[in-house]
């Protein structure tokens, strides 16, 4: 076992109850006492899997954690609340102690300060167990194509501190200084502090003058100057506390995909093979139920491994995949929320950034009152509901907003019969792959509408977003797979003016 961060640990805990007669060693490079970044969040529907295999993580979250229900959004002195979300989390230092307790109490053999430099150093191991993190080197050395590993670099920027300064639950702070927009996602993690991410983009970064830490210093020490200026940008929000760091540097968040999550007797599991933005809080989810995974798997076929790795990735790839979908559309959103920042009033804004990965209905069912103030905004403004106010394009008014599109005559077309023709050459777009292509396109001038097909269902919403917030145009997103819902959470937060099928 390699990595003694929390999945690794958990799996050794498992394994070692679930097959006692094995020999359970783990090795670490850092101290037991050790633990970079601060805390570690949890949703309330996430932990039953966790909860049903061992009761550490729920007796740590009890006893020492912090929990909250509702997320908040903050901009421009107004704030606005999205209840039904219940979330726990705990220092990682404190979960860590909980995990190395519970793992040498079923007799795991915890071997801290050992640093495994390679698979040759575990040539004695029947099985080896590789939770070495996103920087995983024994994933090096298997090799990124034996593996069919895949890497996809953000372009934000994001550093993580902690502050003495208390929060009521996960808040989003967004404020602007001279030289651009920074947002903190900020969560108590009990014992006085909270956890205090800021990202930034690139420009406003360099702008700044943060890109001068030399990122050649030896880990553990943080980023002093980008300390002291996020200070000064998030003053109000900090009440005179100051940000704490610990091996704070400036990143990029890479997602991680892996065809295969074993070869050989070597097994992968966490951030070494996978890895989701840590917007959806759910990278120590993924590796502690990865650990009950695999776990189960060689407690039911020890002496086939081959059979056990393969069930256990076969299990756990299509939740992990799921958490990834929905990891990226919340990613995508972070990338460019400095453009949301300027085109979008607050209460817009804080529901674009909630419908990022959910649809109106799942939001009413958490939280009615926030689903009715948006429905009513929208009201206010047009007079109908969504899919039911009238579109104008040019000259022609269509009476709906769920439209239907045909491809060969390059026509609109309502419930009607009331039909818009489309200039294919200047007013049909294909929408990329690539999410930073997608933000690249223009309208041109006076064009009456640009209809978006193609591409992803985000890449489709960014290039939509980008014609009717930056140049007026209205945009309709073509999409056979929008239900009445989604098509109306498109509407409501801003990202199309209409929607349309080809069937």
């Known amino acids: 076992m390699?990595?003694?961060?929390?999945?690794?640990?958990?799996?050794?805990?498992?394994?070692?109850?679930?097959?006692?007669?094995?020999?359970?060693?783990l090795f670490e490079r850092n101290g037991a006492g050790e633990a970079f970044g601060f805390g570690v969040v949890f949703s309330d529907?996430?932990?039953?899997?966790?909860?049903?295999?061992?009761?550490?993580?729920?007796?740590?979250?009890?006893?020492?954690?912090?929990?909250?229900?509702?997320?908040?959004?903050?901009?421009?002195?107004?704030?606005?609340?999205?209840?039904?979300n219940g979330m726990s989390a705990v220092h990682r230092r404190v979960l860590l102690g909980r995990l190395q307790k519970a793992a040498r109490d079923e007799g795991v053999d915890l071997r801290f300060h050992s640093e495994v430099s390679g698979l040759a150093d575990l040539a004695d191991f029947d099985v080896v167990v590789a939770a070495d993190g996103a920087n995983s080197r024994l994933r090096e050395e298997v090799g990124a194509d034996a593996l069919g590993s895949t890497v996809e670099v953000a372009t934000a920027k994001f550093i993580w501190f902690?502050?003495?300064?208390?929060?009521?639950?996960?808040?989003?702070?967004?404020?602007?200084?001279?030289?651009g927009n920074f947002a903190a996602h900020v969560y108590p993690i009990g014992g006085d502090l909270s956890t205090f991410i800021v990202e930034t983009d690139e420009a406003t970064w360099r702008r700044a003058g943060l890109d001068s830490f030399d990122p050649?210093?030896?880990?553990?020490?943080?980023?002093?100057?980008?300390?002291?200026?996020?200070?000064?940008?998030?003053?109000?929000?900090?009440?005179?506390?100051?940000?704490?760091?610990?091996?704070?540097?400036?990143?990029?968040?890479?997602?991680?995909?892996?065809?295969?999550?074993?070869?050989?007797?070597?097994?992968?599991?966490g951030d070494s093979v996978h890895t989701a933005h840590f917007s959806v809080g759910s990278g120590t989810k993924m590796a502690m139920e990865d650990a009950v995974g695999l776990a189960a798997e060689l407690a039911a076929t020890p002496d086939d491994l081959p059979n056990a790795f393969r069930r256990y990735a076969e299990a756990r790839r299509p939740q992990v995949t799921r958490i990834q979908h929905a990891a990226q559309s919340s990613l995508s959103w972070w990338e460019h929320f400095e453009f949301y920042y300027g085109a979008l009033d607050p209460l817009d804004f804080a529901f674009h950034f909630f419908a990022r990965s959910i649809d109106i209905e799942r939001i009413r069912r958490r939280d009615p009152e926030l689903a009715a103030a948006v429905e009513q905004h929208w009201l206010d403004r047009h007079g109908s509901a969504p899919l039911d106010t009238p579109l104008t394009v040019g000259d022609a008014t269509l009476s709906g907003r769920r439209l239907r599109w045909d491809p060969e005559s390059a026509t609109l077309s309502d419930t009607s019969g009331n039909r818009v023709t489309v200039d294919r050459a200047t007013e049909l777009f294909e929408a990329p792959q690539d999410e930073r292509m997608a933000t690249q396109l223009t309208a041109t001038p006076g064009m009456r509408v640009a209809v978006v097909h193609g591409g992803t269902s985000v890449t489709r919403s960014l290039v939509a977003e980008r014609f009717r917030l930056a140049a007026g145009t209205v945009a309709v997103s073509v999409g056979d797979d929008l239900n009445d819902s989604g098509a109306a959470t498109l509407l409501l937060s801003g990202r199309a003016d209409a929607v349309a099928r080809t069937t």
């Open 45 to 84: 529907r996430t932990l039953e899997i966790i909860d049903a295999a061992h009761p550490v993580l729920r007796e740590a979250l009890a006893d020492e954690g912090v929990r909250w229900d509702p997320i908040r959004v903050d901009l421009k002195g107004e704030s606005y609340s999205f209840a039904g």
């Open 216 to 269: 050649t210093t030896p880990p553990g020490s943080s980023d002093e100057g980008a300390r002291r200026y996020l200070e000064s940008v998030f003053a109000d929000d900090l009440g005179g506390h100051g940000l704490i760091g610990n091996n704070s540097r400036w990143g990029n968040f890479r997602t991680r995909h892996t065809a295969s999550w074993h070869v050989g007797n070597v097994v992968f599991l």
């Open 2 to 25: 390699v990595g003694g961060g929390p999945g690794g640990l958990f799996f050794a805990t498992l394994a070692k109850r679930d097959i006692p007669h094995a020999q359970v060693v």
């Open 162 to 179: 902690a502050t003495h300064q208390p929060f009521d639950g996960l808040t989003f702070l967004h404020r602007r200084s001279e030289h």
